[in-house]
C-alpha cells in the first residue's frame, strides 16, 4: 500500500510539473504519439481503477504478490518514466513555485485525509490567487496560468485522501479485529484455565464419573472409575456402558434408560454392578443429561459413589437384629419343643420294641430318624441363643484347624474336591474351640458344596493389622447379588437338602467371638473371611 502510494505521489507530481513545463519546453514533435496531457490522463485513470478495486478490497496491498496489482503499478509507473524524460529532455527545470504547493495538499491528504487534503488545496488556491493579485495580474490570467496546479491539487487531495481514509479504516479495522482476537484468546484462556481446573476436580473426585454419548457409549471416565471398577480409560472408551454391567437388566432396559435421560430425565437409586475382576459392588447411582448452550442433551453424565461398604454395615445391623431376635426365641421356644419330643421319641422307642407293633417297624425307625433329625436342627437353633455360655480360652486359630484337617480333607475326598491350607502362625485368640470348630465345618462345607470336583478350597490364616483372619475361598460360582442380603438369615438355604442354619450359626458364633464376618464373591468364587480382634 505505502510504495504505490509513494509511486502515484510522484507520478502525480512530475507530470503535472512536466505538464506546467510543457509550453516552453516540450514539444509534442519529439514524441508524436503522446504528450503529457495523455500521461496524466493515463494515470489518473490507472488510479481510480486502484482506488475502486482497492475499495473492493480485490488488489492486494502488496504489489508483487498478485498479477493485476502489479500490471496497475506498470500501468501507473509507465506515465511516471515518460514523464521523467520529457522533465530530461526539457532541461530539469522542475523549479516552478507552484509546484511547490502541492506538496502541503499532499502530506495534508496523506496524513489526514479527503478533507483536510480539500481544505489544504483551498488554502493554496488561494495564496495562489493572493500571490497574482499581489503581482498585479489579472484574476483570469492567475486562473488560466495555474489551472493545471489547482485541479491537480484538488485531484491530488481527492484520491490520496481517499487512499488514506481507506487505509486507515483498514487499519482500524485490523486494530478491532486484532484488539477482539486479543480478547478472545484472553477469554479463551481464563475458560481454559477454568476448564483444567474442573477437569482436576472431576478427575480427584471421590465419586465415579462416567460420561456416555446418548445411546451409552463412554467417552470419559475419572480416576476413582479404574480405581474401583479395575477398569483403565482406554479399555472402556468408546465401549457401551451396558457391556461392562452384570446383567441384571437387559440391553432394552439399560437403553430405555439412556433415553429417558436423553430425553431429559434425571435418575438415581442404589444398584449392583460388576468390577472388571467380575466382583460385585454396590453404587449410589445418579444418571442426569449433560446439555449444550441451546439446551439440547448430547451426553449424558452418570456420578454414582461406591456404597459396597455402607450397605455391609446395613446388612450387619439388620443380620445382628435377626440374630437377637432368633437367640432369644431360639433360648424361650427351644426347650418347651425338646423336651415334648424327648418323652415322643422314648414311647416311639417302647412302641417298637413290643411285639404287636412288629409290622411296623421300619415305620417306627422312620419317626424316630425324623425326630432326631429335628432334634439336630433344635440344636443348631440353639446354638443361636445369644446368652449360651461359651468358654472362651486363649487358642492357636491355626491350630484347631490342624486338628479338625483329616475330617474336612476326607469330606473334600469323598466329593472329589482339593484341599489346601495356608497357615501363619498367629498370636493366641480367646476362643471357644467347640464353636471354632463349627464355624469352620459350616464354611468349608458351603465352599465344598458350591464347588465341582476337581476345583480347590483354600483355608488360610493370616495377621491384618490389628486382626487376625480365617479366609476360606473356593472356586464355586459365587453368590448372586439378589440373595446376599438373606445369607445368613435362619432357614435361608438354595440347596434342596440344606437347612439354611450354616451361616446363621457362623453369624452367632462369630457375634459372639467378637468377630466379623465379610464376604468377597464373584464369578471366580466366594470368599468368607471371619476377623479375630487381636486387641481383645
Ligand atoms: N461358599 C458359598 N458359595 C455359594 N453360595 C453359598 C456359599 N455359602 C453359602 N451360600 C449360599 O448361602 C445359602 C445359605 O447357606 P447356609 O450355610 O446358611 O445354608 P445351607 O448351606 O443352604 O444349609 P446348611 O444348613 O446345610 O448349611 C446357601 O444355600 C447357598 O445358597
Ligand atoms: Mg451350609
Redesign the pocket.
Known sequence: MEHTTVIHMFCILILTSAQILNNEFYSADIYPALDTRSFVILSFFGLVVIFLLRSKGVLDSNPTKSLLSLLLLCYVTFPLVLAIITAILAGGSLNYVEVVLLLPVLIAASIMGKIAGICMATVCTTLLFVYGIYNKLPVAFIFESNLIVISMMYVIAWFIGGITEIESENRAQLKASIDSLKKEIIQRKKAEERLSKLNVAVEQSPSIVVITDLHGYIEYVNKKFTTVTGYLPKEVINRNFSDLRIDFLSREQFNQIWRDVAAGKELDGTVYNKKKNGDIFWESVNICPIRNSDGIVTHVLRLSEDVTEAKRMEKEMIRLDRLNLIGEMAAGLGHEIRNPMTSVRGFLQLFSSKKEFQNYKNYFVLMINELDRANSIIS?YLSMDKDKIIVLEPKSLSHIIETIGPKIRLDAKKSGKKIVYLLEKLPPLLLDEKEIKQLIF??V???L??MKPGQTLTIKTYVEGTTAVLA?Q?Q????KPE?MD?????F????D??????????YSIAKRHKAAIDIE?GAH??T?FVRFNLEQ
Open positions: 443348631d459350616n464354611l462345607r458351603n465352599g458344596e458350591a476360606v473356593d464355586g460360582s459365587g453368590i440373595i438373606k445369607i445368613g438369615t435362619p435361608f438355604t438354595t440347596k437338602h440344606g437347612t439354611g442354619l450354616g451361616l446363621a450359626i457362623c464373591t468364587g466366594t468368607f
